[in-house]
């Protein structure tokens, strides 16, 4: 068993010599198609975390007709702490709520003078667990708060939260359909260029099956050749992503993501440039795959 | 060896290439398949070596119905024939070498055995002393004595030879020739289809000769 498997490696080393040229166009083919891949998966990838921070924002602020007594607000926050979507609860009082807001103000806050914390209400802020982070968990809190009169006013940024949802499925949507986009084409070109090579070869094949040889037998070399440039060709497309995310990507998206208050832009992590490398060796050998069928035929 | 009932064959509507064929062929026969061109006579060898299936008839070789073999069994047939083409099939980017290792290669023999079988085949060819050379760096001539080397290789049961001299001179067709008679005295059953007469006259064995898809004479000298 280990004799044939290193024989099969022996032939695909050896068709690999024979044919730099050819190896040379699949292997690019699959290297520029999963560069593209690579290079927009950095973008939405980037993107989707700073829609994720953003989404730690989301809560829920829940303003008092009157500041509530002690055992009254202890009442209320057991009960909205037992929330199914519900994290936490802190009550911001008047004087606390006039010191955020005088730090809020900073170089304008001589505007306040002559006023109190009388001028603004007691509140409790909710914030939400992460799966509930959305418009319809807001609405399901906001829902039963509305039921309690002791509440005036509820803050929950509903215009931007129906933009950021709109906004965050639009993302997913380009997102799956760009790449399964660039796959599929990726996949056609990667099976076309392949069947050149075989075509080169078709007499090799016939050979092979006139003396004896089983269609497996015959294949996998092959097939093994099309991972093998899969790999290769997924490896390069690191190379020039990691290149291109250097050219353009760490000024332009790195220093919108900073303003908009994310993290610093990242590359892929080492797991995702395995799977990078992963469907690369997939797409040879699926493309392999397809081009054979039309060639071995005993 | 080669026995055929009632075989049909056409690649067309109206034409036929072989036509109601019986024949015997017995183990070790050295045996001319002769005719005109259109005869039929790629087309009967292409059966044996399973090809073609025929539209009707019944094919035995060694004692195996071929026309209702499964198709992953047809490569188990193959490693027991061995077959020369008249454009010799050889891979023109190995080496001589590795053109009549294959078929060893194919039937998983290690490496030790393969390399002595293939340096003795090539031996009995007289191209030892170009073992490492490519195909191109030789003439017609000797290019069909590697395919040759190739196809006894394996010791076949039956050698099948489509046109084996069609692209050679005289002198080289007598070279191949000895090589087949060579073969055919270590027992192994031998067709040639040819229509060179003079090759005939100078090596006389038995003739079947076609002539649009039939039989039209099957004599021994």
């Not at chain 1, 081009?291 to 035929?297: A, P, Y």
């Not at chain 2, 055929?4 to 072989?18: E, H, I």
């Not at chain 2, 003439?139 to 084996?164: C, F, K």
Request: proline content about 3%; some cysteine; glycine content about 8%.
């Amino acid at each position: 068993m280990f004799d044939k498997i290193l024989y099969f490696f022996r032939r695909v080393l050896r068709n690999i010599r024979q044919s730099p040229v050819l190896c040379t166009a699949a292997i690019g083919t699959v290297a520029l198609s999963l560069t593209i891949v690579a290079f927009f998966g950095i973008v939405v990838l980037n993107v989707q975390k700073l829609a994720s921070h953003w989404s730690d924002e989301i809560q829920v602020v829940a303003y008092f007709e009157r500041e509530p007594e002690g055992s009254r607000l202890a009442e209320w926050r057991a009960m909205i702490e037992r929330m199914p979507e519900v994290a936490g609860v802190e009550f911001i009082d008047r004087d606390e709520a006039f010191k955020r807001f005088r730090q809020r103000l900073a170089g304008d806050a001589d505007l306040l003078e002559g006023f109190g914390p009388e001028i603004l209400p007691a509140s409790l802020e909710i914030s939400l667990k992460e799966n509930h982070r959305d418009r319809q968990g807001v609405e399901a809190v906001v829902g039963r708060l509305r039921q309690n009169p002791d509440f005036s006013d509820f803050s929950y940024g509903q215009d931007w939260l129906e933009r950021f949802e709109a906004f965050l499925g639009l993302l997913r949507l380009a997102g799956v359909t760009l790449g399964g986009f660039l796959l599929f084409a990726a996949l056609f070109i990667v099976s076309n260029t392949i069947k050149l090579t075989l075509y080169a070869r078709r007499e090799e094949l016939e050979i092979m099956a006139l003396v004896g040889g089983t269609p497996l037998f015959i294949k996998t070399p092959f097939l093994l050749e099309g991972a093998v440039h899969g790999a290769v060709g997924g490896v390069f497309a690191l190379c020039g992503a990691y290149a291109l995310f250097q050219v353009f990507l760490r000024k332009g998206l790195g220093a919108f993501l900073l303003f908009s208050g994310g993290d610093q832009i990242r590359f892929l992590s080492f797991q995702q440039m395995a799977l990078l490398v992963m469907v690369g060796m997939c797409l040879g050998l699926f493309g392999s795959v397809l081009s054979l069928r039309k060639f071995v035929r005993i | 060896m080669i026995q055929l009932f009632n075989v049909c064959k056409s690649y067309q509507k109206d034409s036929a290439a072989l036509n109601n064929l019986c024949l015997k062929i017995p183990k070790g026969d050295f045996v001319y398949i002769t005719g005109p061109s259109g005869a039929g006579k790629s087309t009967l060898l292409k059966l044996l070596y399973c090809a073609e299936k025929p539209n009707r008839g019944q094919i035995l070789v060694n004692g195996q119905n071929i026309t209702r073999m499964r198709a992953s069994r047809i490569p188990l047939l193959r490693r027991s024939l061995g077959i020369v083409f008249q454009d010799f099939k050889l891979l023109v980017s190995r080496t001589l070498f590795e053109n009549v290792a294959f078929p060893l290669e194919v039937q998983g023999k290690k490496r030790y055995e393969i390399s002595n079988k293939v340096y003795q085949a090539l031996k009995h060819v007289g191209l030892h002393k170009k073992i490492h050379h490519y195909p191109l760096q030789l003439s017609g001539g000797e290019q069909q004595r590697v395919a040759i080397a190739r196809a006894l290789v394996v010791d076949p049961l039956v050698l099948l030879a489509d046109e084996p001299t069609g692209n050679l001179d005289f002198e080289v067709t007598l070279e191949i020739m000895d090589l087949f008679k060579g073969a055919n005295a270590r027992g192994t059953t031998v067709l040639v289809a040819t229509h060179n007469r003079e090759m005939i006259r100078n090596f006389p064995r038995r003739v079947i000769a076609l002539e649009n898809g039939r039989l039209v004479d099957d004599s021994t000298p």
